[in-house]
């Protein structure tokens, strides 16, 4: 196979929960439920698919949802909070037993599609810690994705048991 998450995937069977979006969002404590669980609130959520090889973004999409409009979010997919900000990709790498940053970039985002970027741009952050909630994965290097909030809060929604930009960087 040659997609790296196809890939990852298989190869660790004992991290696979790190490709469930749900799990991601339930693990840093976001507001999320899926299909059939009703949002708290009148607002903006993105609704996506709970796991997702293909293309992690695949069939993602922000919509406004009220609480008696289940009926949006399809089977298999969830619902979560809409985080406004910019989209970091975090390459980090095991160094010595510590992960480390290696690399960051901003998307800029086509904004009628989640899942296009018009352009990619290198970040020189000299730290964005690798949250506790990931620093048990036993592996060598991670990708992840995130929206940074204008206060600085750094929401974390999808994990890749790979690099992201790694070739990139040689």
């Not at 695949?58 to 997919?77: L, M, S």
């Not at 037993?97 to 000299?126: C, H, P």
Request: charged share 25%; net charge neutral.
């Amino acid at each position: 196979l040659d997609d790296e998450d196809i890939s990852a995937y298989i190869k660790y069977p004992q991290y696979r929960k790190y490709s469930n979006k749900l799990y991601i969002a339930e693990l840093f404590g976001y507001k999320c439920g899926p299909a059939g669980c009703p949002v708290p609130h009148e607002g903006k959520y993105v609704v996506r698919p709970i796991v997702n090889l293909a293309g992690m973004s695949v069939g993602a999409r922000v919509v406004t949802i009220k609480p008696e409009e289940i009926q949006k979010v399809p089977a298999g997919y969830f619902w979560v909070e809409y985080f406004e900000g910019k989209q970091l990709s975090v390459d980090y790498v095991k160094d010595n037993g510590k992960w480390k940053l290696l690399n960051a970039f901003e998307g800029v985002r086509d904004e009628s599609n989640l899942t296009r970027f018009t352009k990619w741009i290198k970040q020189y952050y000299q730290v964005i810690p690798l949250p506790i909630q990931l620093q048990k994965i036993d592996l060598d290097k991670l990708n992840v994705e995130m929206i940074v909030t204008d206060d600085y809060k750094h929401n974390i929604f999808e994990v890749h048991l790979r690099a992201g930009f790694e070739d990139m960087m040689k």
